[in-house]
């Protein structure tokens, strides 16, 4: 894949938009956990973004990273680092089908491109956020590292009904229905006749 020139005009500011979600406090975190979670072999990144995306680009520490949070049947079965594109871009795609198996949602996805050309490096932070989140949510022993790197997400709470409690539910009608204490008819008309108006005559 040829390397792209810059970028002028609206791509530039739009660019430029994109550039200024990435969060260089929450990179440093993520480094923290993934060197945790993946032990000595994962290396470390350069300094800043560009060292970040470097260190993510061939999909290798992403498919060790995604692997750590299972005991068996790990998701990606062969990991190597690789120089050619297609192979580098081929190992990102099977982290975000595990990741996506594993529970993080597509809202929560990047895309192959925002990590490869580095179009958008703050939606790959908040794709490795969503899976830290479910990785301690989940409390399932494949966590390493501080749990308070990550928030936890809040659990379904699942509440059983009879039979008995569901039909009286159906019995009470809702204030938002309205009400017909204290309504009337007195002083209506019959649907269709003229209405009577009484006046002084001179």
């Known amino acids: 894949m040829a390397n792209k020139g810059p970028s002028y005009g609206l ?32 290396g470390q990144p350069g300094d800043g973004k560009t060292g970040f995306q470097n260190w993510l680009k061939d999909g290798s ?31 990102i795609s099977q982290f975000l089908r595990a990741a996506e198996s594993y529970g993080v949602s597509k809202m929560d996805m990047f895309q192959t491109v925002d990590l ?8 790959v932070q908040r794709t490795l956020m969503a899976l830290g989140n479910l990785a301690v949510t989940k409390n399932d022993g494949t966590y390493s590292g501080d749990p308070k790197w990550f928030h936890k997400k809040s659990q379904e709470n699942k509440r059983e009904f009879s039979e008995e ?27 269709g006749r003229p ?8």
């Open 11 to 42: 791509s530039r500011e739009v660019q430029s938009k994109i550039d200024k979600k990435y969060d260089p406090e929450l990179e440093e975190r993520l480094v923290e956990w993934i060197m945790a979670q993946c032990g000595s072999g994962a």
């Open 61 to 91: 520490v992403l498919c060790e990273l995604i692997n750590s949070l299972y005991t068996t049947n790990k998701p990606i079965k062969k990991i190597q680092s690789s120089t050619t594109a297609f192979k580098q871009m081929e190992q």
């Open 116 to 123: 490869w050309e580095g179009k958008d490096l703050a939606a």
């Open 165 to 191: 409690q569901l039909n009286e539910g159906r019995n009470v009608i809702g204030l938002q229905m309205g009400t017909n204490r204290g309504a009337s008819q007195a002083g209506m008309t019959g649907y």
């Open 195 to 202: 209405r009577q108006i009484i006046g002084n005559k001179p």
